[in-house]
């Protein structure tokens, strides 16, 4: 739900309750201002991601200020510019599917089960809301802020938690686990590649391709890790297709 709009949003003034503190003096009001700030840049974060969700990735500054009913000069008092906005929406959005990932991954089951759900909550990620998605990966604009690429949070958060399972994985199998950063980034960057192609044609269901990236890694997991913790690691889940499903 868009934030509430006040009549200094409406009207583009500042907002009220700013402490006037005297240069080089601290006030007990100016972390009460600062977390101010803070929760209000996150409430127009959530307005332009709603505007996108209903407008599409295609969205200018007048369409997400219509839409939210928030005057532009109130979102420039927060962010720089549109670029600036639009790396804090890739930065939310990173957080949701990184947690979404993470939570996956996390589950008990073989090697295979949780890579298989890791790779289908990134996928179902993107399927979920296919506007937001385009929104954070295309056309990205550059800010005079200096911000950085607003999927560096994803991909380096997916890539160090992917790392750190892969190290574990390997270091319980007795392996070398210098492979695991390579495995990690490598997955992602693999994985984002493919749903970006799927996302432009989908010419396979979603499980099919998730239990195609499945296969293509597994091969390298159990080159190394002992039977006991892949699990029956070549087969391919019940009611979902993939390459061995052919005759």
């Known amino acids: 739900m868009p934030p509430k709009r006040t009549s200094s949003d409406r009207a583009g003034r500042a907002d009220p309750g700013a402490p006037v503190v005297a240069a080089g003096r601290t006030d007990g009001r100016s972390s009460r201002w600062d977390g101010h700030?803070?929760?209000?840049?996150?409430?127009?974060?959530?307005?332009?991601?709603?505007a996108v969700h209903e407008l599409?990735?295609?969205?200018?500054?007048?369409?997400?200020?219509?839409?939210?009913?928030?005057?532009?000069?109130?979102?420039?008092?927060?962010?720089?510019?549109?670029?600036?906005?639009?790396?804090?929406v890739g930065?939310?959005?990173?957080?949701?599917?990184?947690g979404r990932v993470t939570a996956a991954l996390d589950r008990p089951g073989t090697a295979r089960a949780r890579l298989a759900a890791g790779i289908d909550a990134y996928v179902r990620s993107v399927e979920a809301d296919p506007e937001l998605?385009?929104?954070?990966?295309?056309?990205?604009?550059?800010s005079r802020s200096g911000r950085a690429d607003p999927l560096e949070d994803f991909a380096t958060l997916a890539g160090l938690r992917a790392s750190q399972i892969f190290g574990d994985l390997l270091r319980l199998g007795g392996a070398d686990a210098g492979a695991a950063e390579t495995w990690g980034f490598g997955l992602v960057g693999m994985v984002r590649t493919a749903a970006d192609r799927w996302m432009e044609r989908p010419s396979i269901s979603r499980e099919a391709?998730?239990?195609?990236?499945?296969?293509?890694?597994?091969?390298?997991?159990?080159?190394?890790?002992?039977?006991?913790?892949?699990?029956?690691?070549?087969?391919?889940?019940?009611?979902?297709?993939?390459?061995?499903?052919?005759?």
Do not use: C, N, Q, W
Request: no cysteine; proline share 9%.
């Open 133 to 142: 998605y385009r929104f954070v990966v295309e056309a990205r604009p550059s």
């Open 56 to 88: 599409g990735a295609g969205v200018s500054m007048d369409d997400i200020a219509a839409h939210s009913g928030i005057a532009k000069p109130v979102y420039y008092r927060y962010f720089a510019d549109k670029a600036d906005l639009h790396s804090a």
């Open 91 to 98: 930065r939310a959005v990173a957080r949701d599917v990184v």
């Open 37 to 50: 700030r803070a929760a209000r840049r996150e409430e127009l974060i959530a307005a332009a991601v709603a």
């Open 209 to 247: 391709l998730v239990d195609y990236l499945t296969d293509l890694v597994m091969p390298g997991i159990s080159a190394v890790l002992p039977a006991e913790l892949l699990g029956d690691a070549e087969a391919v889940p019940p009611g979902r297709p993939g390459p061995r499903a052919a005759p």
